[in-house]
């Protein structure tokens, strides 16, 4: 299977999506991926009952395999700022519950995500501004929106992790600012490479190696000063009331070492991921006007004038808008899949998985199939209604197949957050925009997180009224 990877193999190359589709059809739906350069095997599946087992069994502590670069870059390069928290990302363990513990009443409460509304609806309607100015004589959007969608979810977590603006709408950044937009891509595409494909970095220090640990000693740098003046700032101006309090405010409250490698990880998981998941919703849209305008007439009916506020009580009311969220990322998901080490020893399609190791799920494969999702090719929002309306119900798959943010304790604790930020982008640019694709299909580049290949020239004609 390895020479496969090499140069003119059958999986040099190719995405992550083409990879596993190719495994499936040489290996069958169960599969050893060899370990190589000091990396155990991985197990893949593509049965969902298996699916169910790996969850069902993981444990009180269910176990990830990390990030390897960066979890070396914790221990090794930076250990004086990380002084033994590994964070979410990387940690396992009673370490990785005891992390969780601390910061779950932070993150996952709904009354402190419904404080941030307001500034991201701000931020929402900044970005409209930036898209008329971006149009040209055929209203198309340039070729880097990509870059720009990026950065839109750059200035939205950067309000939601720290509790500032960091400016990344603005035509001239900042050069740390710069840097940001840059870096968590380059992050991303370096991870891919050195912790997914084979690398020989444990053994030796490739040049991709040297360049990740720059890159986070960077994005560090950049982190610690934007988490210190936050210190400042709120040492000055505390908020008395603790439902008042900021993410970044109750975070230090418990320990500053513990708000900054929170914000760590909110700042690069949640940049490619939001954007990237925006990005699919915004182009099945697109592809399908008549869903498009049924959502804008549930909008107008919340959104009067292009100006109105989206509030946390109006939000409520967008039912429509929410099963589109949903089947967009059914169809153009941010990850493959997710992954978990067996919590015990199982049996998976009649073969013994010793306790331990590491089954990867490759979900994104299925999402499309008929036998899970009826008519799985198409975008039919109407499948996460309450009353489908004669469209195929969605809730009639497996329900541990569709995960776009995981599964028990360890879920995406930023879930919340994301989905706010989503449904955001895709009501103010819905509500403000007729927005067309005329470029035949959107091909997905699928790395570490799955990223469009294409230039998104997407056509938005604003609205009368």
Known sequence: MLRGFAPGGRYHDVTLLDLHRRLREDYGDLLVMPGSFGRSDIVLT?????????????????????????????????????????????????NWQKFRTIVNP??????????????????????????????????????????????????????????????????????????MVTYIREMFELTYQLDILPSIWKYYKTPAFKRQMTVFDELTRIIMSHVDAAVVRLEKNPTLSSDQQSVLEKLLKVDRNVALVMV???????????SSGSTGILYCLAKNP?????????????????????????????????????????????????????????VLQGYRVPKGTDVGMASVVLYQEDQHFARGKEFLPERWLKDTEGCPSGKTANPFLFLPF??????????????LEMEMIVARVTRQFEYSWNYGELHILSALVNIPKNELRFQMTEVDS
């Open 46 to 94: 593509y049965n969902t009952d298996d699916f169910v087992k790996l969850f069902r069994n993981e444990g009180p502590w269910p176990h990830r395999r990390g990030i390897d670069t960066f979890d070396y870059y914790r221990k090794n390069v930076r250990p004086e700022v990380f002084r033994g928290l590994g964070g979410l990302l990387s940690e396992q363990g009673e």
């Open 264 to 274: 760590y990880d909110m700042l690069l998981a949640g940049v490619d991921t939001t």
């Open 106 to 179: 932070v993150m996952m409460q709904p009354k402190t995500i419904r404080l941030y509304v307001d500034k991201l609806d701000e931020i929402a309607r900044e970005f409209m501004g930036v898209i008329n100015g971006l149009r040209d004589e055929k209203n198309e959007m340039p070729g880097d929106f990509n870059q720009w969608l990026n950065r839109w979810a750059l200035e939205s977590i950067g309000v939601l992790a720290l509790d500032t603006r960091l400016g990344a709408l603005k035509k001239d950044l900042s050069a740390d600012t710069s840097i």
């Open 406 to 419: 995981g599964f028990g304790p360890r879920m995406c604790i930023g879930r919340r957050m994301a989905s």
């Open 290 to 346: 008549e869903k498009q305008a049924r959502l804008r007439e549930e909008l107008r009916a919340v959104l009067p004038s292009k100006d109105s506020p989206l509030t946390p009580d109006n939000m409520k009311n967008l039912p429509y808008l929410r099963a589109c969220i949903k089947e967009g990322l059914r169809l153009y998901p941010p990850a493959v899949g997710n992954m978990r080490a067996t919590g015990k020893d199982l």
